[in-house]
C-alpha cells in the first residue's frame, strides 16, 4: 500500500469534511446571504421541481407571465439546487448543502492537485490559502454559484495537469463550469489553447485536440442556447458599456482585495499607504516566482485559467456593463490563482534558501485574511448579507407582506422583486426603474389587467440604477401623481398600493 | 409615538380593512365561474345536494400544497358523500396553465376558473389556501385559511 498517498487521500477528505461543517454552521441563519440572483436561482429550481420547467421568479411589468424562463443564468447551479429539494427539504437548506459539497470538493481537489506533486504539506498550505482568501469565503457564506462554479475550475486545472494529453477530459469538466456560470466561457477557451499548446507530431495534431477541448463547452452553450430560444428567452447579448473607468476601478478594486483585504475602516493616511506599498511588493514578488516557476505545469494552466476567466470577466464588462466587477465576481480566479502561485512557490522552496521572506509574506497575509474574515463571518452570523439581512427581513414592511400578501389572491408588482421571492415565494412583476407618461401608460394598463398590489421598497431602486437616472427614477409621489394608485399600507421601509381599477 | 410606530399602526390599521372571508351561518352565495375548457357555471351548481367543500387556490400558493394532503384524505374518505370543488383564482394564472397542472397533479374534486374575480368577490376571500364547508342545504358551516386545517373536523360539521 502507498502510505503516502493513503496519507493525503484521509487528509483531503478530513479537510472537505471540515470544510462541509464549516460552511453549514457559517450558512445558519440569518444566512446564507441572499441576492438577486440567489432568486434566480432558487425560483428556478422551485419552478424544476414543481412544474418541470426552468422559470424565475420574476418578469417585466408588461409581462403576461409573471415569470421568465432562465436565461440570464446556465441552468446549472438550479439543476443541482433542485437535487437535495426532491428529497423535500426547503430552497434555502438545498442551496447550503450544494455550497457546502461545493466547498468539501474543492479542498479535496486542491489536495490531489498540490499533494501529490510537492507533498502532504504543501497541500495543507494550497488548502489554508484557498480557505482564507476573502473573496472565496465570502461566496461560501451566500446562495451563489461561484462555490460549484470553482469547484468545477478546480476540476478542469487538476485535468489539465494531471492530464495534458486528454484534452476531452478537461474539455468536459469545462463545459461544467461554463453550464455553472457563463464567465465558464473563458474556462473553455483555456481549455482550448492548453491543448494546442502540448507537444504534438505536427500542427494539425494541436489544432485538432484544441477544438476536441473546446469542443464539449461549445457544444453545451449551443445546446443551452437552443433550448433557451425554445422557451422564449434569450442568452446574454453583449452591448458597448458606457462606464470603462468604473470597470476598471472595480476590477483594480478586486485584484488589491485580494492581494490584502482591508480591515473596515482604514481608509485615509499612512495606514492606507502602508498597505499599499505592503500589496504592490507582493505583487511583485508573486510575479518574481510565478516567471521563475513558469515551467511547473500547474503554474501554467492555473495562470492560464485565471488569465481568461479574468480576461473574460473584465472584456464583458466592459461591453456589456450591467454587473458590478466585484469580490465575488472574481472569486474563482483568486481561487485558481491562489493554487498556481502555491504550486510556483513549493517548486521555488526546493532549491531557494530565502525561506523566510516567503513565510513572513504569507504570514502577514494570512493574518489581514484572518482578520478581514473574523469581520465577514461575524457579520453572516449577527446581520446577514443583503436580502437575508435581519433588518428586511424583520421590518415591518415585509413581515405584512410575509403575513398578508403570501396568499392574497391579487398579482404582485414591485420594485424589489427578489425580496418579493424570499419573502412569499411567489412570482412578481418588476416595476419600471423610471417612469415617464408612456412608462406609466404601459404600466397602468399591466395593471389593469387583474387585481394587482404594488409593493415598493423604499430607497431600493436609488440604490440599483445609474446615479444620472435617479433624476428621471419612479419615486412614490411620481406613481401616485401618474397612476390610480390607493395606499393600502405605509411603512418607513415603503409602501404598499392597490390599484384602484380593480378596487373591490 | 415615533414617526416609524405611528406608520407601522397606520400600514396595520389599513390592513385589517381588507377581505375578511365569509362568515359562518351564511348561504353559501352563487358566483358566474367556468369549467378549465371554458364552459359558464355557477358555484351554486355544486351546493345544496351534498355538503360542499371549496378551496380558492392557486399554483403558486405555498399554503395550498401544505393543505393538499389534508384535502386528498378527505376527498378519499368522504367519496359520493360530499363534493369537493377547487376554485382557481385568475391571478397570475390562465385555464390552460391550470389545466396542465391538474393534468400533472392530481387536485381534489371539480376544478373550476374564476376569470372575473367574481367569486373571490362573492366570497370576500381574504387569500388563496381559503377554505369554506357548506352543509346540504348550502349554509356556510366552516370557514380557514393557512396549510394546517383539520379538513376532517370540518367536513364533519357538515355531515352532523
Partial sequence: ??????????????????????????????????????????????????????????????????????????????????????????????????????????????????????????????????????????????????????????????????????????????????????????????????????????????????????????????????????????????????????????????????????????????????????????????????????????????????????????????????VELSDRMFSPVHAVLDLGIIAALASWWQWSRRHTIALAALGIWGLASVRALAALVHVARTDGFYHARLEVVESPLWRWVRDSATSLPVALYSNDVADIYFTTHRPSRAMPWIVDADTARALESALGRQPSLVIWAAGYTESVIFPELRPIAATPERLEALLPLRRRAVFPEGIVWEYAGHLR | MGIRRTLALIGLVANAAGAQGIAVGHHAPSAAVTTLDGKATDIKEFLGRTPTVIEFWARWCGNCRELAPALHAAAEKYRGRVTFVTVAVAVDETPADVATFVREHDIAGTVLFDGTGAAVDAYDVPGTSYLLVADRHGNIVYTGGGGAQDVDAAVRKALE
Fill in chain 1, 1 to 322: 500500500m502507498n502510505w503516502g498517498a493513503t496519507k493525503q487521500s484521509l487528509t483531503g477528505l478530513t479537510m472537505g469534511a471540515l470544510a462541509f461543517g464549516l460552511v453549514m454552521l457559517g450558512t445558519r441563519p440569518p444566512g446564507p446571504g441572499l441576492y438577486g440572483d440567489s432568486a434566480g436561482y432558487m425560483g428556478a429550481a422551485e419552478s424544476l421541481t414543481r412544474h418541470g420547467s426552468l422559470r424565475v421568479p420574476f418578469a417585466p411589468y408588461v409581462s403576461a407571465d409573471s415569470t421568465s424562463p432562465l436565461a440570464q443564468w446556465p441552468p446549472g447551479f438550479p439543476v443541482l439546487i433542485a437535487g437535495p429539494m426532491l428529497s423535500g427539504v426547503s430552497a434555502t437548506t438545498s442551496v447550503r448543502l450544494v455550497v457546502a459539497a461545493s466547498a468539501a470538493a474543492t479542498v479535496i481537489l486542491t489536495m490531489l492537485l498540490i499533494g501529490p506533486t510537492f507533498g502532504l504539506a504543501w497541500g495543507l498550505v494550497a488548502t489554508l490559502v484557498v480557505g482564507l482568501t476573502a473573496s472565496v469565503v465570502a461566496v461560501h457564506l451566500d446562495a451563489l454559484s461561484e462555490p460549484p462554479f470553482i469547484t468545477a475550475v478546480i476540476a478542469t486545472l487538476l485535468l489539465m495537469a494531471t492530464r495534458p494529453q486528454r484534452p476531452l477530459g478537461y474539455g468536459i469538466a469545462g463545459a461544467i463550469a461554463l453550464l455553472l456560470r457563463y464567465v465558464g466561457l473563458g474556462v473553455v477557451a483555456a481549455c482550448a489553447v492548453w491543448a494546442a499548446q502540448q507537444p504534438a507530431a505536427s500542427l494539425g495534431v494541436r489544432i485538432r485536440r484544441g477544438l476536441l477541448a473546446a469542443a464539449p463547452g461549445v457544444l453545451a452553450y449551443v445546446a443551452w442556447a437552443v433550448v433557451v430560444s425554445k422557451s422564449g428567452g434569450t442568452v446574454r447579448r453583449l452591448h458597448f458599456d458606457h462606464y470603462p473607468m468604473l470597470t476598471l476601478r472595480q476590477f483594480f478594486g478586486a485584484t488589491l482585495s485580494w492581494l490584502g483585504p482591508d480591515p473596515v475602516g482604514v481608509t485615509v493616511g499612512a495606514a492606507r499607504f502602508a498597505r499599499a506599498a505592503l500589496k504592490g511588493a507582493l505583487l511583485v514578488g508573486i510575479g518574481w516566482v510565478v516567471i521563475r516557476e513558469w515551467d511547473n505545469h500547474i503554474v501554467r494552466a492555473s495562470v492560464l485559467l485565471g488569465a481568461a476567466c479574468g480576461g473574460l470577466l473584465l472584456v464583458a464588462e466592459l461591453l456589456q456593463g450591467n
